[in-house]
Nanobody
């Protein structure tokens, strides 16, 4: 079984920074895209940022220029550096990974979510 374990959430004042980490563990062949999504109370889950296995990032317009996604393939870990945080960034942030369990089988996995709260 594959698990994604997140860390790094918390409470921060507006303008502050946080860094989220998500490590994949278990038996698998490789990991394709990884990414971060968030869901605020009463809203649908939305994409924050994704990154390909080759390191190409993609960002939601609302976080571009403030957040940076990166990954360490040797550690099967994806990071999200969040700077200039705003109260509207408050949400549960969840990690996603497209895991190639075998050469022929690819499965989506999600982390349990970590709360990020930005106070004004």
């Amino acid at each position: 079984q594959v698990q994604l374990v997140e860390s790094g959430g918390g409470l921060v004042q507006a303008g502050g920074s946080l860094r989220l980490s998500c490590a994949a563990s278990g038996r698998f062949f490789s990991i394709n895209a990884m990414g971060w999504y968030r869901q605020a109370p009463g809203k649908q889950r939305e994409l924050v940022a994704t990154i390909t296995s080759g390191g190409s990032p993609n960002y939601a317009g609302s976080v571009k220029g403030r957040f940076t996604i990166s990954r360490d393939n040797a550690k099967n870990t994806v990071y999200l550096q969040m700077n200039s945080l705003k109260p509207e960034d408050t949400a549960v942030y969840s990690c996603h990974a497209e895991v190639r369990r075998t050469l022929l089988v690819t499965t989506d996995y999600w982390g349990q979510g970590t709360q990020v709260t930005v106070s004004s």
